[in-house]
Antibody, heavy 126, light 107 residues
Framework: EVQLLESGGGLVQPGGSLRLSCAAS????????MYWVRQAPGKGLEWVSA????????NYADSVKGRFTISRDNSKNTLFLQMNSLRVEDTAVYYC???????????????????WGQGTTVTVSS | AIQMTQSPSSLSASVGDRVTISCRAS??????LGWYQQKPGKAPKLLIY???NLQSGVPSRFSGSGSGTDFTLTISSLQPEDFATYYC?????????FGQGTKVEIK
């Protein structure tokens, strides 16, 4: 079964740092763009960041740009999110997700985030 | 950033009802829209991609339509397991943006 497993969440003080990991299994990790999505307590989903399969293209939500860094190690099938200068409003469950795309000739079909991890909780509080 | 506006934010319905949820984009996004279902304490689940395509394994009572700025998710006959929160997501450009969610509750 295709699987994503997040880890690294915890309690951190404002201004602190945390590094999340997402271990992927049973799919060709390097072929897929990967996402981080978060959900603050009682709130909706917020897209955080994305990284291409090769790792050479990254994108961020304005709310985390300059503070968070997404990266990946394709040799270890692992996705990362380095979170610096954490704020109380970064408190959330963080999910990693696999983005599926199929390219047939010149036709590209984006399927969306078809596999999600179970989430890891980040709490920023003094 | 493209803003995605869902309506209603919540609704009450009975088993067997037809339910419609709307999502409007602040600018045209062709058909680059997905729908996700989330149950309490669980990760979201992909239902629909490219506005109207049913993800593998998703029951056929779910359907999506629309293009440009206006999109709709329809549940043709609501089942007990469908009570959840539903989100649209535009994948036309970055930053990706979700709608604020629609909570479907039992009447």
């Amino acid at each position: 079964e295709v699987q994503l497993l997040e880890s690294g969440g915890g309690l951190v003080q404002p201004g602190g740092s945390l590094r999340l990991s997402c271990a992927a299994s049973r799919f060709t990790f390097s072929s897929h763009t990967m996402y981080w999505v978060r959900q603050a307590p009682g709130k909706g989903l917020e897209w955080v960041s994305a990284i291409s399969g090769s790792g050479d293209s990254t994108n961020y939500a304005d709310s985390v740009k300059g503070r968070f860094t997404i990266s990946r190690d394709n040799s270890k099938n692992t996705l990362f999110l380095q979170m610096n200068s954490l704020r109380v409003e970064d408190t959330a469950v963080y999910y990693c997700a696999k983005w599926s795309t199929m390219v047939r000739g010149v036709i590209r079909t984006d399927y969306g985030m078809d596999v999600w991890g179970q989430g890891t909780t980040v709490t920023v509080s003094s | 950033a493209i803003q995605m506006t869902q309506s209603p934010s919540s609704l009450s319905a009975s088993v067997g009802d037809r339910v419609t949820i709307s999502c409007r984009a602040s600018q045209g996004i062709t058909n680059d829209l997905g729908w996700y279902q989330q149950k309490p304490g669980k990760a979201p689940k992909l239902l629909i991609y490219s506005a109207s395509n049913l993800q593998s394994g998703v029951p056929s009572r779910f359907s999506g339509s629309g293009s440009g700025t206006d999109f709709t998710l329809t549940i043709s006959s609501l089942q007990p397991e469908d009570f959840a929160t539903y989100y649209c997501l535009q994948d036309y450009n970055y930053p990706r943006t979700f709608g604020q969610g629609t909570k479907v509750e039992i009447k």
